[in-house]
């Protein structure tokens, strides 16, 4: 089993730059990939980014050039999330694929808002 926790989320203004963290912890492989997904209210959870263990980065059209996936170790994954809009408000889940099996944090919200 894998958990994952997430952590950085909040309000934040129009432009501002939080980062979102996740730390993994359980029956880790260095085999993987981890990823940020979101979900708004009313709309269905959507990919923001993933990387793989091997440092393969992909990102969803509306936040590249924005947001910044990255890791520091088989663990740790990390969102920079720059020049925040609106409608970037969302709870945002971590997630983590090895052998086959997805696994999810609990979600974090994210409020973009003035």
């Known amino acids: 089993q894998v958990q994952l926790m997430e952590s950085g989320g909040g309000w934040v203004q129009p432009g501002g730059s939080p980062r979102l963290s996740c730390a993994a912890s359980?029956?880790?492989?260095?085999?993987?990939?981890m990823g940020w997904y979101r979900q708004a209210p009313g709309k269905q959870r959507e990919l923001v980014a993933v990387?793989?263990?091997?440092?393969?980065r992909n990102y969803a059209y509306s936040v590249k050039g924005r947001f910044t996936i990255s890791r520091d170790d088989v663990k740790n994954t990390y969102l920079q999330m720059d020049s925040l809009k609106p409608e970037d408000t969302a709870v945002y889940y971590c997630?983590?694929?090895?052998?086959?099996?997805?696994?999810w944090g609990q979600g974090i919200q994210v409020t973009v808002s003035s």
């Open positions: 997630n983590r694929r090895q052998s086959e099996k997805d696994y």
């Open positions: 359980g029956t880790i492989f260095s085999i993987y990939t």
């Open positions: 990387i793989t263990n091997g440092g393969f």
